[in-house]
């Protein structure tokens, strides 16, 4: 069972900046991919960015294209999610997930809130 645990929500105005953290006490955290996902109230859960096990190659959005910034420190067992130039459509619970290689996503944290003012 992988433990993964979001911090660094918050609420923030319009065009701020934000960095959320996923932490996990897995030792093997270096093989699984990670990625971050949001939903906002009324609304399915969506894809935000992810990025694979080694931590080079990364996906995104097309909504956060330009403004978010997915990274995974192995050394670290923390995955981040710079967020720059928010918007209050970013306004949403952000949740880190964790999966082996074509497996899919198999472990979720309980997610961190991000509240964006106008």
């Known amino acids: 069972q992988v433990h993964l645990v979001e911090s660094g929500g918050g609420l923030v105005q319009a065009g701020g900046s934000l960095r959320l953290s996923c932490a996990s006490s897995?030792?093997?955290?270096?093989?699984?991919?990670m990625g971050w996902f949001r939903q906002a109230p009324g609304k399915e859960r969506e894809f935000v960015a992810s990025?694979?096990?080694?931590?080079?190659?990364?996906y995104y959005n097309d909504s956060v294209k330009g403004r978010f910034t997915i990274s995974k420190n192995n050394a670290k067992n923390t995955l981040y999610l710079q967020m720059n130039s928010l918007k209050p459509e970013d306004t949403a619970r952000y949740y880190c997930?964790?999966?082996?290689?074509?497996?899919?996503?198999?472990?979720w944290g309980l997610g961190t809130q991000v509240t964006v003012s106008s």
């Open positions: 990025v694979t096990w080694i931590g080079v190659t990364t």
């Open positions: 997930a964790a999966g082996l290689p074509g497996g899919g996503y198999a472990y």
């Open positions: 897995e030792r093997t955290f270096s093989k699984y991919a």
